[in-house]
Nanobody, 121 residues
């Protein structure tokens, strides 16, 4: 059974950094598009970053601050978050998509349970 498990969330001060990890299991995800979404309290879930064979793609709100990467040998995806802002506070979800699309923000088949990131002032 396919499973995505996030880790690395926590409490950090504004301006600080965190690195999220997503361990995938149940199949080899090396050919899948992988990504991260987030959901802040009272807000809709939003796309953060994605990575596949064609490259990477970021939401404008995190461009230049966040970096997505993957280690296919370990079936793991990372999200390095720098210069964190209060508005980055959210539950972050790891996602995977079987099919490639021009639309990075939809079409994900697998979702993790999420990890909480809280940025304090």
């Amino acid at each position: 059974q396919e499973q995505l498990v996030e880790s690395g969330g926590g409490l950090v001060q504004a301006g600080g950094s965190l690195r999220l990890s997503c361990a995938a299991s149940g199949r080899t995800f090396s050919n899948y598009r992988m990504g991260w979404f987030r959901q802040a309290p009272g807000k809709e879930r939003e796309f953060v970053a994605g990575i596949d064979w064609s490259g990477t793609y970021y939401a404008d709100s995190v461009k230049g601050r966040f970096t997505i990467s993957r280690d296919n040998a370990k079936n793991t995806v990372f999200l390095q978050m720098n210069s964190l802002k209060l508005e980055d506070t959210a539950v972050y979800y790891c996602v995977a998509a079987r099919r490639f699309s021009m639309d990075w923000t939809h079409g994900y088949d697998y979702w993790g349970q999420g990890t909480q990131v809280t940025v304090s002032s």
